[in-house]
């Protein structure tokens, strides 16, 4: 990194959307040993939004300026998929460490030069916002599936629920913007990289966007012989839903139950649900975010998935998308994991 902070990891957040206001509301808010010190926005809008909610943050109309002010020990990316490549390259050649949000970029072409770019330095310093591992329930899973208690695992299944989407969701966003992340949380999970990927078409949900032909059940096969089902639907309406199941040997498990308020009325019992990742997912990213700060402050500079765990799920991807397409599995070869990345 560029020089080492003396008291608070000043925090430069570049795009100040949906995700990037939540970061710069949750620095300013939960997070210890940082403050937003940059914030780079060509909205002024939303700029302002996010000026207003981090203050002493300054504005910045691009990363380059922001580190030709000295401005910021660290960066947070969180701009579209699209423009992350441009913001990457520079934040890479100052050694700034990094928290990108998914994904590292729309593709592995992309995603290889910023791995080639990432090894000229003396480690990792791109950590990708891949926040379901740092959900409690998650975790607990992970550590039952790696203990061994139940047995081998067989299979996963996953759904994966969102009430409805945006206007500017298209068709291969059920693949980039939201199984993007059961590619890597699924694979972790198993300890497994995706050996190849299918998409089956059920019936169509006739109340789904005019665009979009949805749900779909996707068929994640692991190198292990784990297979993995994941139904992606995004026209529910009732809330927002992530859950996984896993087959043992000798027994089953479950996270992503439904766990707000519990109530009794007319007749029924009902337990609150969420309505979007925002909460579903807040202690997550205040985790995932702690953890990034700590690290950067220690030297670590990754405490979560890295830039190669950002190419393996953009090749995922890629193969997902060929899936919407295509009958049978599409596979996914990686190339070989550089030492750097071990
Ligand atoms: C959104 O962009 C996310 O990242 C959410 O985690 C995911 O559940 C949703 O489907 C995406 O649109």
Redesign the pocket.
């Known amino acids: 990194m560029r020089s080492a902070p003396a008291q608070d990891l000043r925090v430069g957040v570049v795009g100040a959307g949906?995700?990037g206001a939540d970061h710069i509301q949750r620095i300013t808010r939960a997070i210890s040993g940082a403050t937003v010190s940059a914030i780079v926005e060509p909205d002024a809008g939303r700029a302002e939004a996010a000026a207003a909610a981090a203050p002493g943050a300054r504005p910045f109309a691009s990363l380059d300026d922001a580190l030709a002010a000295d401005a910021l020990d660290a960066v947070i990316i969180a701009t579209p998929g699209q423009f992350h490549e441009p913001v990457l390259v520079p934040a890479l050649e100052a050694g700034l460490p990094t928290l990108c949000?998914?994904p590292l970029t729309p593709d592995s072409a992309s995603s290889l030069r910023i791995l080639e770019l990432e090894q000229k330095l003396s480690r990792p310093h791109i950590q990708l916002g891949f926040?379901?591992r740092f959900d409690d329930e998650y975790r607990t899973l992970r550590e039952l599936i790696a203990g061994g208690e139940a047995g081998e695992l067989l299979m996963l299944h996953g759904v994966?629920r969102?009430p409805s989407?945006p206007d500017s969701?298209t068709q291969s966003?059920?693949i980039t913007?939201?199984?993007?992340?059961e590619f890597d949380v699924m694979p972790w999970l198993a300890g497994s990289p995706v050996r190849s990927v299918e998409v089956k078409y059920p019936r169509r949900n006739a109340l789904a966007p005019e665009r979009l032909r949805e749900p779909i059940l996707v068929l994640i096969e692991l190198e292990n012989g784990v297979l993995v089902d994941v139904e992606?639907n995004?026209s529910v309406r009732f809330g927002?839903q992530?859950g996984t199941e896993a087959v043992f040997q000798s027994g089953v498990a479950r996270i992503g139950e439904p766990s707000g308020l519990q109530r009794w009325s007319d007749a029924a019992f009902s337990i609150a649900e969420h309505t979007t990742?925002k909460t579903?997912?807040a202690r997550a990213y205040d985790a995932q975010v702690q953890a990034w700060v700590d690290a950067v402050r220690d030297g670590t500079l990754v405490a979560g998935p890295n830039a190669w765990d950002g190419y393996l799920v953009a090749l995922a991807c890629e193969a997902g998308v060929q899936a919407l397409e295509t009958r049978g599995p599409v596979p996914v070869a990686p190339a070989t994991r550089p030492a750097f990345y071990a």
Do not use: I
């Open positions: 949906q995700m949000e998914k926040m379901r994966h969102n989407v969701y966003m059920l913007d939201s199984v993007v992340h992606m995004v927002y992530v990742f579903r997912f």
